[in-house]
């Protein structure tokens, strides 16, 4: 594997449901982040990561949780979601304050029934 | 009013044109640009990143700014149906790679047509 993987690239969930979505990042980085993409929206930052420290969370709501138990792995857990939740999530990784920009993964493409 | 400005399109352009992709800012102390190129039902991939004002030409694409005009431009030339995608500027103020700190435009999708 290389590159940023996540699961699952598609999900479907009722509101009441709790899911996770897994990334995983093989570029060696030391920053991971969560990306809300939405139509005709900018990305929104959810969560940034860094050194697995959470340095930033971008008033989101509580219904998501995100975790990062090392530099390579980040999770994000949904629970009691809406149906204004649904989007394409993007995971993230970067070497932090290195040029070379980000490096994005697929996403999972969330809809909210 | 949106600190980074990008048409959404849709723009359609027939194989072989000439592509202007553009963006504005409002922040003056933007001065790390990047271009990301993202397929459909992929995430974005970064295309080109210049510094400050001037041009920067990889192959068939030049990332050019212009700070006094708070303006971004990228330019395909040749353009392949291989080169349709949603086209995302982003800037920061800061010269290194720092994701909490870049502003993205929304994006413009674009179709080459063959």
């Known amino acids: 594997e290389t590159g940023v993987t996540q699961t699952p690239r598609h999900l479907v969930m009722g509101m009441t449901n709790k899911k996770s979505l897994k990334c995983e990042q093989h570029?060696?980085?030391?920053?991971m982040y969560w990306y809300k993409q939405s139509a005709k929206k900018p990305l929104e930052l959810m969560f940034v990561y860094s050194l697995e420290e959470r340095v930033e969370n971008n008033s989101v709501p509580s219904r998501f949780s995100p975790e990062c138990p090392n530099s390579s792995h980040l999770f994000l857990h949904l629970h009691t979601l809406q149906p204004e939740d649904s989007a394409l999530y993007l995971c993230?990784?970067?070497?932090?304050?290195?040029?070379?920009?980000?490096?994005f993964g697929s996403g999972t493409q969330l809809s909210v029934l | 009013q949106k600190e980074v400005e990008q048409d959404p399109g849709p723009l359609s352009v027939p194989e072989g044109a000439i592509v202007s992709l553009n963006c504005t800012y409002s922040n003056s102390a933007f001065q790390y640009f990047m271009w990301y190129r993202q397929y459909s039902r992929k995430g974005p991939e970064l295309l080109m990143y210049?510094?400050?004002?001037g041009n920067k030409e990889d192959g068939r694409f030049t990332a050019q700014v212009d700070k006094s005009s708070k303006y971004i431009s990228l330019f395909i030339r040749d353009s392949q149906p291989s080169d349709s995608a949603t086209y995302l500027c982003a800037m920061s103020v800061e010269f290194v790679t720092s994701g909490s700190r870049l502003t993205f435009g929304e994006g413009t999708q674009l179709t080459v047509n063959p």
């Open positions: 993230a990784s970067s070497q932090e304050d290195r040029r070379g920009g980000l490096f």
């Open positions: 210049t510094y400050s004002s």
């Open positions: 570029l060696g980085h030391n920053a």
